[in-house]
């Protein structure tokens, strides 16, 4: 219930009266550990909704969100990549995005660095998918994370094919990176961009 109730960004008492309840105090005692989750309580979180998944709700098997004509969330953590993808497994996710048209994802985190320039402007929340090494497609957008360093940039192979440069989108102020193949430890293509204007 906690976690339906932070998803949602609401206290618990919001929750409570936004899903129908007079107030929140049956909810408090579930939190605590005190109650289960009635079936009644459950169809009132899913009626409001619809996208949490009513099984998993009441029983904590299989996962939080339904599938809604096949569109699963992706993990949203507004950590900038290159400096908090090392640390994804132990970030929790601040929102879940429900995007159908990008596919397979595995997270979106922001881009807070400069050297892609307009490519991925500052603040771009990109859309990325763990993919092998040897399935990184020259020309392509990816998040490279190294030994020595964790950088997005557009990837280029060199003619040896040991070696990866990493060419920015803005050249006027970053150069390439070239870097081993072997040094290599992990690396996210961006499936997506989303350019949010204030």
């Avoid at 159908?100 to 320039?117: E, L, S």
């Amino acid at each position: 219930m906690e976690a339906v109730i932070h998803w949602a960004n609401m206290s618990t008492n919001y929750f409570a009266r936004y899903i129908g309840l007079a107030r929140g105090e049956n909810l408090y005692q579930i939190k605590r550990g005190n109650n289960g989750i009635s079936l009644d309580l459950a169809e009132h979180v899913v009626a409001k909704f619809p996208q949490i998944d009513k099984l998993w709700l009441l029983t904590g098997e299989g996962h939080m969100f339904a599938e809604l004509d096949k569109h699963v969330p992706i993990p949203y953590y507004k950590a900038d990549a290159e400096k908090e993808i090392g640390r994804i497994a132990e970030l929790k996710p601040d929102d879940y995005l429900f995007l159908p048209m990008v596919g397979a994802c595995d997270f979106a985190m922001c881009y807070g660095g400069r050297a892609m320039g307009s490519v991925v402007p500052t603040g771009t929340v990109v859309l990325l998918q763990a993919v092998a090494l040897d399935a990184i497609i020259p020309g392509g957008e990816y998040v490279i994370v190294s030994e020595k360093i964790v950088t997005l940039r557009i990837v280029r192979s060199v003619e040896d094919g040991e070696r990866l440069r990493l060419v920015p989108g803005d050249k006027e102020h970053f150069d390439d990176i070239v870097v081993d193949r072997r040094d290599v430890q992990r690396a996210y293509k961006v499936k997506a961009k989303l350019v949010l204007n204030d």
